[in-house]
């Protein structure tokens, strides 16, 4: 260990508790401005550790987030961060990091001290969602119960509906389904009509990626389309000749709509003959539509319940999870996203074959199919920064409506 003077150091370590206090009570002034200010520590002398840099830097900027936020009590606030600065986070990572002290001692063994501001965001995420996780499991995940159609609107749905089916791109299908259900109509019938959604082809995988997300996968957007382009074909609610052909040998190929781009709801509505009557769904659809970073952040709360739950109790867990999505926000239908460039080749390649393929099948088609070919921009990965502000949100929504 190679020391500086030991008084310094002493006054370091007081500096930073005076900082930690300084935190604990909701402030947001960032280490390298409070410790370089002229004002002297205000701590008195204290045994004990540090907590981490990483942890520190996270409750700041909870505080900060907090304070566009009214609404969490002070003292539920305040266990909070006791919480927060107890934990690290789940998962491979950065060790915990020890509080970068100005003229005191730096170590040669363990861990390097570390000013907060020097934390990365994907270090900041990962303590956040452990921080996250640990709160769902201490509420029991119980914050938002799924809204229960009426059973007198299910009944007159047989009654009265023509007969149809939703099928295709996944987000887009529940937020029609749901809007349908809202005007008491529900899928099945003997031989229904046949919606069948489609989309420019990486807007497709990215609802398949966000469906299959919020039923429990944990594996992240450039994983999934490395191993689709690996083999070769779409993923099966994204091959819409697969998925309309089926559908044409059982009702015909006439009763088979292709809808593409416009309002879903609007074009579904008016095929099946029911009222628009522009409501708000009383039940949200899951699917939801979120956005990258929400569909992310689910992801990776996925990945540490797969180890923090007990496998007997994972369906009902999943599905305590799933009911708690509100505190993601909705985007639209579309993630954003665009597959990593080394499988751009293999995601024209299927556009061009989805288009030859539906064009030569003889099926309504409502919009223009060359959009399922449309090249377009936009990022390979869910933003981080995005990521950590919802994981903040999150855990002050929970805070917040926790009993």
Known sequence: ???SD???????RLLAWAWVDHVRDGGTTPWREFSSSEAGPTAGPRSGRLPGAAQLELVRRLNARAATRPGVL??????????????TGPGRGLPELPLHLPGGAQTRVGAPQADPADISVAELVRDGVGLLVAELLR???????PRATPIGNRIRRRLTSRGFRLVGAPTTAA????????????????SPEVI????????LLG???SSRVQRGTAMAWERCAERWSRRGGLPGPADLPRLADSFARQVGAARVHVVIGGDAVRSTTQLLGVGNRGKRPACSPRPMPLTAAGTDLLRRVNQVLDVRVPEDQKPAFGDAVTSTLPWLPEGSADPGLVVPPQHRSWVREQAARVVDE?????YPVHGDLEQIALRRDGPVRPSRPEVLDLVLDSVLRIAQQAP
Do not use: K, N
């Open 1 to 3: 260990m190679t020391s």
């Open 6 to 12: 030991p008084a310094a150091a002493v006054d370091s």
């Open 74 to 87: 002070p003292g539920e606030h305040a266990m909070l961060v006791d919480r927060a600065l107890s934990r």
């Open 139 to 145: 509420v029991e995940v119980r914050i938002a119960e």
């Open 175 to 190: 937020v029609v389904r749901s809007a349908l259900a809202d005007r008491g109509r529900s899928a099945g019938g003997r």
């Open 196 to 203: 069948l959604f489609a989309a420019p082809v990486e807007e």
């Open 207 to 209: 609802q398949v990626w």
């Open 358 to 362: 539906l064009s030569r099948g003889g």
